[in-house]
Every structure is written in C-alpha cells, then in structure tokens.
C-alpha cells in the first residue's frame, strides 16, 4: 500500500496562489504516474494534472494549463501542484493519487488507473 497525504489547501481570492504538496509513504510497488484530481460540489471527478515518476511528460487539464504546474522531488517523496491566478471555477477539493499501473500514462488522467489516493484537501476561490 501508499499512503498519500496532502496539505497547502486553503481559501484565496481569485487572482491569487495556493501551492499543494503530497507527500507518499515508502514503497515496494513500482510507480508509474503521480496525478493531481479534484471534485467541485455537484461535479464528476477531474483530473487536474498528471506527472510520471521522474518529472517526466507532465499533463495538464485544458482548464489549467498556464496557471498549474506539478513537480516531483524524489527525495522527499512528494509531489507539489503550483496553482496560480486561481478562479471560483478551481473551487473543490483535490486528492493526490498514484498509479502503479503502466495505463496510467496514456491521455487524460482517469480515476480509474491510479490505485493510491490520499484524503484530500479544500480549495475555495472566491470572487
């Protein structure tokens, strides 16, 4: 198993900047895929942005790209989500995941293909 946790989420007005960090428990599954999705009240599950293990080929919904940027550190065994000129619309609340599975890497980011997910954390952008 890994666990996720997440921590950075908070309340901004629109304009301004929130940085998440995930930080996962040490491992023995091979980890393909680190993702960013969120869920708004009344709304499906999105993937937000998507990156694989190494800092590689990092994914963005057409609905941040620009504004998002998801890194790695190895290191410290976390992955961040720089979240800039923030809308209402980025309101919700967003769960790191990781995949283990090779799938993970095609297209968009689908719930489905990441089998780790951390709790959550709030986002509320107002106007």
Partial sequence: QVQLV?????SVQAGGSLSLSCEASRTSY????????????????????RIRNGGLEPFYADSVKGRFTISQ?????TVYLEMT????EDTGVYYCAQ???YSCR?????GSDFQFWGRGTQVTVSS
Avoid: Y
Avoid at 85 to 88: I, N, R
């Fill in 30 to 49: 091979i980890i393909h895929c680190m993702a960013w999705f969120r869920q708004a009240p009344g709304k499906e599950r999105e993937g937000v942005a």
């Fill in 106 to 110: 095609l297209g968009v980011p689908r």
């Fill in 85 to 88: 000129d923030l809308k209402p």
């Fill in 73 to 77: 550190n190895n290191a410290k065994n």
């Fill in 6 to 10: 997440e921590s950075g989420g908070g």
């Fill in 99 to 101: 995949s283990s599975t």
